[in-house]
């Protein structure tokens, strides 16, 4: 059975985003490109809320196609269009949502149901009221963060207000040279 995991750059302090959804504050670069592109290989399907799953369609539909384009953009771009995406909405319209599965409901069945189909990891992309959500479900079965050394003081928690507390297990971590720190752990049931 596949697991999902919830992928996500954060604060020190606990933030995903600034107040107003800034992330200008993530540090990211070839090397810590080049460690999430050997991870994401592995899987091919990934999760997304609605924003986060427009704002990735809108750039990485086409960011191979650009003159410009790095080959960090020309892997991932490639990656994108062959993953099958998971999108939660009850807003999103489904006409042409190419290689795209909707859940505007029944969220644990649904995604229960996509885990059971597959031994891969499905990766939830940034995505925080879904990784809230989900967690209140019991449905995210690991943590993928990068801690990037800020401060914000103020913005979107990665964990909000939970109904009962979630115990963890380390499973490893690594520190990039720009100062950001990966951290794996495993939900424990």
């Known amino acids: 059975m596949g697991n999902i995991t919830s992928f996500m750059h954060v604060s020190l302090d606990g933030f995903v985003s600034g107040l107003n959804g800034e992330m200008n504050w993530i540090k990211v670069d070839q090397e810590i490109f080049s460690h999430v592109g050997k991870r994401i290989q592995t899987t091919d399907t990934a999760l997304?809320?609605?924003?986060?799953?427009?704002?990735?369609?809108?750039?990485?539909?086409?960011?191979?196609?650009?003159?410009?384009?790095?080959?960090?953009?020309?892997?991932?771009?490639?990656?994108?269009?062959?993953?099958?995406?998971?999108?939660?909405?009850?807003?999103?319209?489904?006409?042409?949502?190419?290689?795209?599965?909707?859940?505007?409901?029944?969220?644990?069945?649904?995604?229960?149901?996509?885990?059971?189909?597959?031994?891969?990891?499905?990766?939830?992309?940034?995505?925080?009221?879904?990784?809230?959500?989900?967690?209140?479900?019991?449905?995210i079965d690991s943590l993928w963060l990068f801690i990037n050394p800020v401060i914000l003081g103020k913005g979107v928690r990665l964990f909000p207000e939970l109904e009962h507390s979630v115990n963890l297990k380390f499973l490893s971590s690594h520190t990039f040279s720009n100062g950001v720190n990966e951290m794996n752990y495993e939900v424990v049931r």
């Open 48 to 139: 997304y809320g609605k924003n986060t799953y427009l704002m990735m369609e809108g750039y990485w539909s086409t960011a191979a196609d650009k003159p410009n384009a790095s080959q960090h953009d020309i892997d991932h771009s490639k990656w994108y269009k062959n993953a099958h995406k998971i999108v939660l909405s009850t807003s999103l319209a489904a006409n042409d949502l190419i290689n795209t599965t909707l859940i505007s409901d029944n969220n644990a069945e649904q995604l229960n149901h996509i885990k059971s189909g597959t031994e891969k990891e499905i990766l939830l992309f940034g995505s925080p009221r879904a990784t809230h959500s989900l967690m209140k479900l019991n449905l």
